[in-house]
Every structure is written in structure tokens, then in C-alpha cells.
């Protein structure tokens, strides 16, 4: 592997986040984050990131639509629901 710059560093890791909501959708998982000893963070490792692609998005916005949503108003369960229903075909 080729590389223009490689440096060597002192850095933290922290284990200790959590993130989710302990759902079907969003498990609760540890988050691996590093930083550099001035705080900054520089990584972060989650082992279940909740993202979308831009189609998905597109189709969700689609669904709300179709149900009769209110934009302005979506909860996490709503985004279940969306969820369930694309399993389901």
C-alpha cells in the first residue's frame, strides 16, 4: 500500500460511549472512540452505525407521503413503522 504521509502518535481510546435506543433498529452497542492527548477526537468505531443511503431516504420520504404523515411531526416510531413495512416485501 502506498502512502504519502504515515505519523506515529499518542493516542486515547475510550470505550465507554454507548449509543441507541435499545430497539429492533437501534441496539444499544459500545462505541470505540479515539482522541488525540488534546482531546480531539480523530475516530470513532461504531459496530452498527444507523445510515441511510440517499434512496432510502428517498423512499421513506415517499412512504411518509403515501400514509399521510406529517412531515413535521415524524417520531422513532414512525421510522419503525417504515421499517417493518420494507421487511415485510
Not at 488534546?38 to 470513532?44: L, M, N, P, Q, Y
Not at 441511510?52 to 428517498?58: K, N, R
Request: include cysteine.
Amino acid at each position: 500500500m502506498n502512502m504519502d504521509k504515515v505519523e506515529c502518535k499518542e493516542v486515547i481510546v475510550s470505550t465507554l460511549k454507548r449509543r441507541g435506543a435499545g430497539t429492533k433498529y437501534s441496539p444499544i452497542r459500545i462505541i470505540t472512540e479515539v482522541y488525540e492527548k488534546d482531546g480531539t477526537k480523530i475516530a470513532e468505531v461504531d459496530p452498527s452505525p444507523e445510515t441511510f443511503t440517499p434512496m432510502d431516504l428517498l423512499y421513506f420520504s415517499r412512504w411518509v407521503h403515501e400514509q399521510g404523515h406529517d412531515p413535521n411531526k415524524l417520531t422513532g416510531n414512525i421510522v419503525e413503522k417504515w421499517l417493518d413495512s420494507t421487511e415485510e416485501k
